[in-house]
């Protein structure tokens, strides 16, 4: 008798305890918007210390089921989160203050021995309290971006957030729309065809009409790499002879036809089967890549295609519309890694600084270093003229990779230039000469 009463007593209590732990149990319901009341869909709802979350509809709505007691957390990219705690109310609305913590993009630009594939690019969310959460699902084509070398934000459509803009070798200038809080690839007009070897992208109005133009450092035009639309560089890329490696082969235009640009001996180097299928130079000499290609038996072939080589002016013409415009000849003569937007002459219009070169290359192409830092002075209107090294006072030699200002405490302006193995260099500027017009 003592056993089934016990038997029963525990099964009472059981019964007692799950009953409470259901009725303790309800579901919340509720909208989650932005401090102008603007429906925030995709937001996360999260009852903390569990796994129980759900998402906001389009309109913002959610459901959830939670207890009284438990902490509701709401979070949405770029806004702060709000943490609520659940009380007798079975609805609960919630509006998300923007936040001004700076997210960071980690862009990736290829994986070592696998040119030129690009690996997965990040974005990462600034929480605000020095910690960074990963939110990838943000970015568009499963976060393949391409060979990114910069990046740069901006409100390019005029909605009251940042949108991305990315440049980097063999891909054209791209504009990621921040819609909602995650990004689209956008198609804007006069970008279709800005496929570079681009090294860095600053932003100035240049032309004083009061939108944000680009300045956009490239290549330049002055080695024997060439490339336009009609006829563009190329390089075809896979694993050629099935070792596992991917074989990038470089391509330009001689008159109307597409050929290898480094010779059979640096191919063979690569590329071992390609001496049986060439026994002599004179067999190869005149072999256009498809022919070697298609000589080879190749069939599975990627390839990837620029189509300017110019640093450039990327002016902005208003309604997502763009037009490229090439800077003057003096900066073209080395590639462009580094750019700063300032009035130098005290005119009150945007001026350039530029500075690169390019050393690390293969003997064929040659050393690019012909720059010595070049100072642009515009007239407001999107055109510059080039000073010369006694005008400017600029003559570094080496490799620079970045540009930047500051002001001391007497407000004199210094610049400093950051290169390659080699000490920065600090100019300051002579604002008490007659600086030319």
């Known amino acids: ?83 609520i705690t659940v009380g007798n109310a079975s609805t609960i609305n919630v509006q998300l203050k923007a936040d001004n913590a700076l997210d960071e993009v980690v862009g990736s630009r290829n994986v070592p021995g696998q040119y030129p594939l690009a690996p997965k690019s990040q974005f990462l969310i600034n929480q605000g309290n020095g910690d960074f959460k990963l939110n990838n699902s943000a970015l568009p084509n499963e976060n393949q971006l391409g060979m990114i070398t910069d990046v740069l934000w901006m409100d390019i459509d005029s909605d009251k957030d940042d949108d991305l ?94 050929y290898p640009f480094f010779s059979k001996d640096d191919l063979q180097s690569q590329l071992s089967n390609l001496k049986s299928a060439f026994v002599s130079y004179a067999a190869y000499a005149d072999q256009t890549i498809y022919d070697i290609l298609k000589k080879m038996d190749i069939k599975k072939i990627d390839s990837l295609q620029v189509k300017t080589l110019a640093s450039s002016i990327v002016e902005n013409l208003g309604n997502m519309t763009f037009q490229i415009n090439p800077l003057p000849k003096e900066a073209q003569l080395a590639p462009v890694f580094g750019i700063k937007i300032k009035d130098i002459n005290q005119d009150h219009f945007p001026d350039l600084i530029l500075g690169g070169n390019l050393m690390g290359t293969r003997v064929k192409l040659g050393q690019l270093n012909a720059s010595r830092g070049i100072c642009l002075l515009g007239n407001g209107k999107g055109d510059f003229r080039s000073l010369n090294i006694s005008e400017s006072g600029l003559n570094i030699k080496g490799e620079i990779r970045a540009i930047e200002a500051f002001n001391d405490l007497e407000n004199n302006t210094y610049y400093i230039f950051a290169l390659n193995n080699a000490a920065a260099r600090v100019f300051k500027l002579n604002e008490n000469s007659n600086p030319p017009k």
Request: with cysteine; aromatic share 12%; hydrophobic share 35%.
């Open 165 to 258: 803009i990315i440049v980097g070798d063999w891909m054209p200038i791209t504009i990621l729309q921040n819609t909602n809080h995650s990004f689209i690839k956008a198609n804007f007009e006069g970008l279709e065809d800005s496929f570079g070897l681009w090294n860095c992208i600053e932003k100035g109005d240049v032309d004083n009409d009061g939108d944000e133009d680009f300045i956009v450092g490239n290549l330049g035009l002055n080695s024997q790499l060439k490339a336009n639309v009609t006829k563009p560089m190329t390089v075809f890329y896979g694993d050629f002879d099935n070792n596992g490696a991917i074989d990038p082969i470089l391509c330009k235009y001689y008159d109307d036809k597409n």
């Open 1 to 83: 008798m003592k056993s089934i009463t016990k038997t029963f007593l525990l099964l009472f209590c059981f019964c007692l305890s799950s009953f409470s732990f259901i009725a303790q149990a309800q579901t919340i319901s509720g909208n989650v918007t932005d401090e102008d009341g603007v429906p925030l869909p995709g937001a996360t709802v999260l009852v903390e210390g569990t796994s129980t979350g759900v998402s906001t509809d389009f309109d913002g709505n959610y459901t959830i089921e939670a207890a009284a007691g438990q902490t509701l957390i709401f979070s949405y990219v770029g806004y702060s989160s709000q943490n």
